[in-house]
C-alpha cells in the first residue's frame, strides 16, 4: 500500500491518516481509541492502522485529554518510599496504568494516618483519581475532596469514603503463621507489634488472638515496637529477656521487625530457630537475605496495585469493580522449627 508523507515533514495527524488510507477523520479516530468493533468494519480497522503506521502518526494525548476533560493522570499515596512492598504496589500499578495511556505519580504521607498535603495547586484539576495504600481514607480528604475517585489498598472495608477496595486476605495469613508455628509444637509465643496504628496492622493481632486461643495451652504476649530493625531488636531482647519461662516464637507483624528479632535472639547468646523461632510477614527481599532465612508470608504487592488500578479504571468507566480479598501464602523457610525438648 502506497502512503503519502505530510507536506514538509510535519508531524503526520489523524486527518493525514485518514486522506491516505481513503476513509473519514472519525473513523481514524473510532479506530485509533479502540471503539470500532460494532461500527467500523475489521478491514477498515486494519487498514486504519496499517497507515497509522506507514505514517509514523502518534495521537497527540495531550489534545485528547483537553477534549476528554481528563488528565490521564493518578495519585498513588503511600505511607513510605523506603518500603519495598509499595515499590511493588507502585510498579504494579504503574504497568496496567500504561496499557491505557495512563500515569501514575507517587506521593509519600508519612505513616497514612496524618492529613496528606495536596501535591498540586489543585489535585482535582490534575488528576483522574487517587489510590491509597496502606492509608486512613481520612488522611487523603484534602487530596480529593469529594470529587476525585479513591480505591484503597490494604485498608479497611469498612470506610465509606473510597469508591473501590482492593485487600489481601491478611487475617488468612496470620492463620497460616499459627497453624504453621502450633503444628511444629510450640505453645509459648511473643507478638512482636508495630506500633504503627494501622487497619492491616490491626487484622494481624485480631487474627492471631483469635487463633491462639483456640489452642490449647497455647499463651501469648504482645510487644508493640516501632517499625525499623533497631526498635524491634529492642523490643525483643526486652520480650526474651523478661521473667517467665522463654517463648520459643516470636511472631513479627512485618518482615523487618523480624530482621530485629533475630538480631535480639544472637544477642542474648541464643540461635533461631533452634532456641527461638521467628515469621515475619511480607516476604521482602529481606526475607532471604537473612540467615536462616525467614519463614514469613507472602503478599503479592504488584497484584495488589494491578488490581487497585484495574478498579479505578472501571470507576472512571462507570463500571463495578470485582469484589474479593486476593490470597496470601506462608513461605517455611530456616528461621522456624520444632522447639528444644
Not at 510498579?91 to 501535591?119: C, I, M, R, W
Not at 485487600?167 to 505453645?187: E, F, K, P, S, Y
Not at 463500571?319 to 528461621?335: F, I, K, M, N, Y
Amino acid at each position: 500500500m502506497q502512503t503519502r508523507e505530510p507536506v514538509g515533514g510535519a508531524r503526520p495527524t489523524s486527518k493525514d491518516v485518514a486522506r491516505a488510507a481513503g476513509v473519514s477523520q472519525a473513523t481514524v479516530s473510532l479506530v485509533l481509541a479502540g471503539k470500532w468493533r460494532g461500527r467500523v468494519s475489521e478491514r477498515t480497522a486494519d487498514l486504519v492502522r496499517q497507515t497509522a503506521g506507514d505514517l509514523g502518526y502518534r495521537p497527540n494525548l495531550a489534545a485528547r485529554n483537553l477534549r476528554l476533560g481528563r488528565t490521564r493522570t493518578v495519585l498513588l499515596v503511600v505511607p513510605a518510599l523506603t518500603n519495598e512492598f509499595f515499590a511493588r504496589v507502585y510498579a504494579g500499578a504503574a504497568a496496567v496504568a500504561s496499557e491505557h495511556d495512563f500515569g501514575v505519580v507517587l506521593y509519600p504521607s508519612p505513616e497514612g494516618v496524618e492529613p496528606a498535603k495536596d501535591p498540586f495547586p489543585s489535585a482535582r484539576a490534575a488528576l483522574d483519581g487517587v489510590i491509597a495504600s496502606s492509608m486512613a481514607a481520612k488522611a487523603l480528604d484534602a487530596i480529593r475532596g469529594t470529587d476525585l475517585p479513591l480505591v484503597m489498598l490494604d485498608s479497611d472495608p469498612s470506610d465509606p469514603a473510597s469508591a473501590a477496595q482492593v485487600n489481601l486476605d491478611i487475617a488468612d495469613g496470620m492463620r497460616q503463621v499459627t497453624d504453621h508455628l502450633l503444628g511444629l509444637g510450640h505453645r509459648r509465643f511473643v507478638h512482636l507489634a508495630s506500633a504503627v496504628p494501622s487497619w492491616t496492622f490491626e487484622v494481624r493481632a485480631r487474627a492471631l488472638g483469635a487463633a491462639l486461643r483456640a489452642a490449647p495451652g497455647a499463651s501469648i504476649r504482645t510487644v508493640a515496637a516501632p517499625l525499623d530493625v533497631s526498635g524491634a531488636r529492642e523490643a525483643a531482647e526486652r520480650a526474651l529477656a523478661g521473667s517467665g519461662p522463654r517463648p520459643t516464637a516470636l511472631i513479627c507483624d512485618d518482615d523487618i521487625l523480624a530482621a530485629g528479632a533475630c538480631k535480639a535472639v544472637r544477642r542474648l547468646g541464643l540461635r533461631v530457630p533452634e532456641d527461638v523461632s521467628v515469621t515475619g510477614f511480607d516476604d521482602l527481599a529481606l526475607a532471604t537475605a537473612l540467615e536462616p532465612e525467614l519463614t514469613t508470608v507472602h503478599l503479592p504487592a504488584e497484584r495488589v496495585g494491578e488490581a487497585g488500578m484495574s478498579a479505578l479504571l472501571a470507576v472512571l468507566r462507570g463500571d463495578t469493580p470485582t469484589p474479593g480479598d486476593l490470597p496470601v501464602t506462608l513461605v517455611p523457610r530456616g528461621s522456624t522449627s520444632p522447639p528444644a525438648a
